[in-house]
């Protein structure tokens, strides 16, 4: 009898226990994050969004006649080094190289600089 009435105590403490831990257990998940989470989570896509600057891109084609550059032919001018295809363009950039540098930034393309002399 002792030990029948004993083991029944046992049973509903241990039931009491359990509800009692499950209970606690997932109170602070179920109730707590799911509504902060929505209400204060803040957009990373949204913050990392930054309008863009032009890229500047290296010189691939003479400003004069839009043909790719020969690297052996080139105009420095104020530390900035302007590629070309041909001779012809050579003395033409050599004549206005201000003009032929603005078209180049007008295009996107960053010139080259000139390496710095010894
Ligand atoms: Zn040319």
Redesign the pocket.
């Known amino acids: 009898m002792k030990g029948y009435s004993g083991w029944r105590v046992g049973a509903t403490m241990f039931v009491l226990l359990a509800l009692g831990a499950t209970a606690r257990a997932a109170a602070p998940c179920c109730g707590g994050m799911g509504g902060r989470n929505a209400e204060t989570a803040p957009s990373p896509a949204q913050a990392a969004l930054r309008p863009s600057a032009p890229e500047a891109k290296p010189q691939t084609h003479?400003p004069?006649?839009n043909?790719p550059i020969?690297r052996n032919?080139y105009v420095d001018h104020n530390g900035k080094r302007i590629y070309?295809?041909?001779?012809?363009?050579?003395s033409?950039v050599r004549a206005e190289p201000e003009k032929y540098i603005r078209l180049l930034e007008e295009m996107g393309v960053e010139p080259e600089k000139t390496p710095p002399q010894n």
């Open positions: 003479c004069v006649m043909a020969n032919l070309v295809c041909c001779q012809g363009c050579l033409r």
